[in-house]
């Protein structure tokens, strides 16, 4: 039997779109959950962004929140933003009573007692948690290979990576497996999926959203923020998601300053030159060339410009990241939680060996490059250096930014790769963030918005980079870059991804 | 050949502000294990610190009262190692930026006075606890105190001996006392000391190898550590050995102390600023508000007691033991009472009971101003001093009003004539052998009708007028005459 066409259509319009028909009780929340749900049974065996779906409870919570809705139509309280919508989070979001695993069999069967801030916000705009997403784990990744549970597939091409490290969330958001996924970015882990999977993906303002319950990377890097089917959606979810958390003590409120840009015109966008190189494929560079004329077709001026300290991003980034993950990560011991080896005959040995198992090659990795390059001798030459990097990345983007209110560039140096093409590799990995690791070391918003696709169907991604807290201009840009590029709507064929990955 | 000590004392301090360092669990000691903590202070993943600004104002009093210069901004690090009571793996503390530096506290010490100096004082977090064999065999940890906030009081290597040693905990501790930043209650480990200690031959001004003692808490194992191990290092050193550098672990039962195989020395902490927390900004007016709001220190109000009130040195040094006390004495004072009187009556009576009973002045039912009104009453000869310690002894049980108590308990003082001599008419009507012993010339059978005649009265007799009474008595009635 042919499916209805309407159940298919809940999970391809946008989560606005969808709240907007839940608050008209055109459809329940029961059947938009429904309708997720079987998506997610009928393809994630293939795509396997999830590693977690909450059927029955979420089946649950739909009840709940369409008692809201219909309490709401029948003139009582008005229900929340996203009352009844069906979303999905990263593993790495801390979720109360909800496994969190970060996909490490090191977090095996831990049950948080807390929620982090973001899902608390998420829970309180009347959104429906479907599941957990997969991910690199710890989200140190490029690919989502990292992930100790299965790889993520690319909707688009089921034999091509997601992206990383939010591989599943970036999938399942274009898998239409949720209306909107959360996701973490430390150096392009948002930014880096939603290109290759073809969906919005911002990186906020750090300090815009609480990090309290993300299960912490690199604490001075990592945000949390919305993958999203349309740039509507990712302003609507940033909006929720943002502001001060008394629980974060790097979280802030936008300053009353921040613009609220609604249209380009006027707008003046810088097109760093570092980033059109021959290292980058032709069809990529294209594409940014083509949404400079359509931003400047509705009014803004676009020029090439020098993007200084660019050399430094990628060695900068991998030093301070790892640095802190050793530190972070030095808590997942056996002790209380998590992974203990079975055998051990001393409080040394049932330390090495739960870390010994519990973690992926990719994690040791960047844990034992973290833990020397803050070793005693070390130190200054490595940690040091890279701050007073970071402080000169940070001044240059300052530079550019006052003669440049947006900065317009790929966000990877091609589209998706195929699953294992760079994972025997590391350093080809790392370069997957050249792009994106800047705006990271400097803390100010970057997004990434569909604007086309490559000679073989897949997505292709453009990062629009401004100041702090300029994250309006970056959605007024991509608003017109996302209108003329004419990717809304168009969507991954999830039976030739189940045939190809068959056939792979 | 003979030396000289040299020991620096690293001092940990437990604050008592009403939460934890950086969540809102209470801080308090003990509690069944486990019970007294959250995600934040257990470094579940994902919990974030924040800090509680409470303990910026107590360690910027802590000091100033130390004489440190306090930073306008420092710096929260990470020190990271691995070990169970730390769930975190590393403690957020403070490195290359410390709160306070730069300070001295004066010390009393058998040789005279000593000025020993302070590096730093610097906020970090307690760890848990680790419980071995408490519940059935092996070890299990409790976390109640985790992010219970410490400052860590780093003084020079100033001192000389066991005994400066001694007395210069014992006035860091006084100190912290005073100012109500500590319980300082060592035996439940809110006050505890690293000590290092190296020998060199006097005259000599290079330091020695030292050794460090960890977690000393008790006065008496501080400085019993000290001497047992200068004597070690001498013992060395004389038989041509070397002192080698490393973490010693301090057995008080045994009297000694043993190496830790060199294996703290190895640790590189690998320190760096925390990310999870901004810099401390203390303002010019913070210091200057919480300048404002120190008390009279335990060294400065003894100098005024012996120096302004004449108070002996040795009372002194009782009057100012504790905050308590101290402030007691003080609302003695501004009873307008005598200072001797007031000195007699906390020093003698009131500290007497407290010893003889095991209680401390913290907690009795009633304050100084209590006292204060008790000792006037008796300076006034309202009531007499025999009366006035029952109605001590009320108020250590029962706390109350001493006026009041004076009426209702029928010890307001029989001071008027017909009182006096209606008892003194009863006292010989009752004891003429006593009365033919004082006409015959024996002086005791004075102090015997005295006793008599106070018992007639009930005790409540002011015994100079009773006293003048009785001689008036048996003097003006004659020569002899019966
Ligand atoms: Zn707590």
Request: proline share 5%.
């Amino acid at each position: 039997m042919n499916r209805s066409e309407g159940p298919e259509d809940l999970c391809r319009i946008d989560a606005l779109a969808l709240a907007g028909l839940l608050k008209l009780r055109e459809v329940s929340s029961v059947e938009a959950t429904r309708a997720f749900l079987d998506r997610i049974a009928r393809y994630d065996g293939t795509v396997g962004a999830f590693l977690h779906v909450r059927t029955e409870d979420a089946l649950k919570d739909a009840e709940s929140a369409q008692r809201t809705l219909d309490a709401a139509a029948s003139g009582g309280p008005e229900a929340p933003a996203f009352c009844g919508v069906p979303v999905a989070l990263k593993d790495n979001l801390s979720t109360k009573g909800i496994p969190t695993t970060c996909a490490s069999k090191m977090l095996e069967g831990y049950l948080p007692p807390y929620d982090a801030t973001a899902v608390e916000r998420v829970k309180a705009s009347g959104a429906v948690v479907l599941g957990k997403l997969n991910m690199d784990e710890f989200a140190m990744g490029s690919s989502n290979e990292n992930s100790s549970v299965k790889p993520v597939r690319n909707p688009w091409d089921a034999t091509r990576v997601p992206g990383g490290s939010s591989g599943g969330s970036a999938a399942a958001a274009a898998a239409g497996f949720a209306a909107f996924t959360l996701g973490s970015d430390t150096g392009g882990s948002i930014r880096l999926p939603a290109a290759f999977c073809g969906v919005v993906g911002l990186k906020p303002t750090y300090g815009s959203v609480s990090r309290y319950g993300l299960v912490a990377f690199a604490s001075s890097l990592d945000q949390i923020g919305p993958l999203t089917r349309s740039v509507a959606d990712a302003e609507s979810v940033f909006g929720l998601l943002a502001g001060r958390d008394p629980h974060d003590a790097t979280s802030v409120d936008r300053p009353a300053t921040a613009s609220a840009t609604r249209g380009v015109k006027g707008l003046r966008v810088g097109i760093p030159r570092e980033f059109l190189t021959d290292a980058v494929q032709p069809e990529v560079r294209d594409t940014v060339r083509r949404a400079a004329a359509w931003l400047s077709a509705e009014g803004a001026t676009c020029v090439e410009c020098a993007l200084p300290a660019v050399d430094y991003w990628i060695p900068a980034y991998y030093v301070v990241s790892s640095a802190e993950a050793s530190s972070n990560l030095a808590r997942f011991d056996g002790v209380r939680y998590g992974h203990r080896a079975g055998t051990y005959d001393s409080i040394a040995s049932m330390y090495s060996r739960s870390r010994s198992e519990g973690f992926g090659a990719e994690v040791k990795r960047r844990i034992l490059l973290g833990t020397f390059v803050l070793s005693a001798g070390y130190h200054d030459a490595y940690y040091g250096s890279a701050q007073k990097a970071r402080a000169h990345i940070r001044a240059g983007f300052e530079g550019v930014f006052r003669d440049h209110d947006v900065l317009l560039s790929p966000v990877a140096p091609q589209t998706a790769f195929r699953l294992g093409e760079k994972s025997g590799d590391p350093l080809q990995m790392y370069l997957q963030d050249i792009c994106t690791v800047g705006a990271s070391l400097a803390g100010i918003p970057a997004l990434s918005v569909p604007a086309g696709f490559d000679g073989e169907g897949l997505p292709i991604g453009l990062q629009l980079t401004g100041p702090a807290f300029s994250e309006n201009v970056l959605f007024a840009a991509a608003g017109c870059i996302e209108r003329s590029a004419g990717c809304l709507g168009r969507f991954p064929d999830l039976d030739r991804a189940v045939a190809s990955a068959k056939g792979a | 050949m003979s030396y000289e000590i040299v020991c620096g004392l690293e001092i940990h301090a437990e604050l008592s502000t009403a939460t934890k360092i950086w969540c809102g669990c209470e801080n308090a000691f003990g509690g069944e294990p486990n019970t007294r903590c959250c995600p934040v202070c257990t470094g579940l993943p994902g919990a974030l610190p924040v800090l509680n600004r409470r303990v910026v104002e107590f360690a910027v009093k802590a000091g100033l009262a130390m004489h440190c210069e306090i930073a306008p901004r420092s710096v929260m690090a990470r020190k990271n190692y691995f070990y169970p009571d730390m769930p975190k793996a590393y403690q957020i503390s403070q490195f290359e930026k410390p709160m306070c530096i730069g300070g001295y506290v004066d010390v009393e010490t058998s040789q005279g006075p000593r000025r020993i100096r302070i590096t730093r004082i610097h906020i970090e977090e307690d760890a848990g606890k680790l419980l071995h064999d408490a519940y059935g065999t092996g070890t299990l940890v409790d976390l109640n105190r985790c992010g219970v906030p410490l400052i860590e009081i780093v003084g020079e290597p100033d001192l000389r001996s066991s005994e400066e040693t001694k007395n210069y905990m014992e006035a860091v501790r006084e100190i912290l006392e005073a100012i109500a930043v500590s319980d300082v209650k060592m035996q439940e480990g809110s006050m505890r000391a690293d000590v290092n200690v190296s020998i060199r031959p006097v005259g000599e001004t290079a330091l020695g190898t030292r050794t460090e003692m960890k977690n000393l808490n008790s006065f008496r194992a501080v400085q019993r550590a000290v001497d047992a191990e200068a004597k070690r290092q001498e013992a060395l050193l004389a038989a041509g050995k070397k002192v080698v550098q490393e973490t010693r672990q301090w057995d008080d039962n045994r009297g000694e102390s043993r190496g830790m195989r060199g294996k703290e020395d190895a640790q590189d902490y690998r320190y760096f600023p925390e990310p999870d927390l901004l810099p401390i900004l203390v303002t010019p007016e913070d210091v200057a508000r919480i300048a404002a709001e120190l008390p009279e220190l335990p060294a400065a109000r003894r100098a005024r007691y012996v120096g302004t009130l004449g108070i002996a040195p040795a009372d002194a040094e009782l009057l100012t033991r504790s905050r308590a006390e101290a402030g007691m004495f003080e609302d003695v004072l501004a009873q307008g009472v005598g200072v001797r009187a007031a000195v007699t009556w906390m020093v003698v009576e009131l500290f007497g009971r407290l010893n003889t009973t095991g209680r401390s002045a913290a907690d009795l039912p009633f304050g100084g101003a209590d006292l204060g009104r008790l000792v006037a009453l008796v300076e006034a000869a309202k009531v007499n001093p025999g009366s006035a310690r029952r109605i001590l002894a009320e108020l250590m049980e029962k706390g109350g009003e001493p006026g009041r108590l004076a009426e209702s308990m029928g010890l307001m003082a029989v001071s008027d004539a017909g009182g006096l001599s209606v008892a003194i008419a009863t006292a010989l009507a009752q004891n003429a052998t006593a009365l033919a012993d004082y006409r015959s010339g024996s002086a005791k059978a004075f102090g015997f009708l005295m006793g008599q005649a106070m018992k007639a009265a009930g005790g409540r007799a002011d015994p100079k007028l009773l006293s003048a009474a009785l001689r008036e008595a048996l003097d003006g009635a004659g020569n002899g005459e019966a």
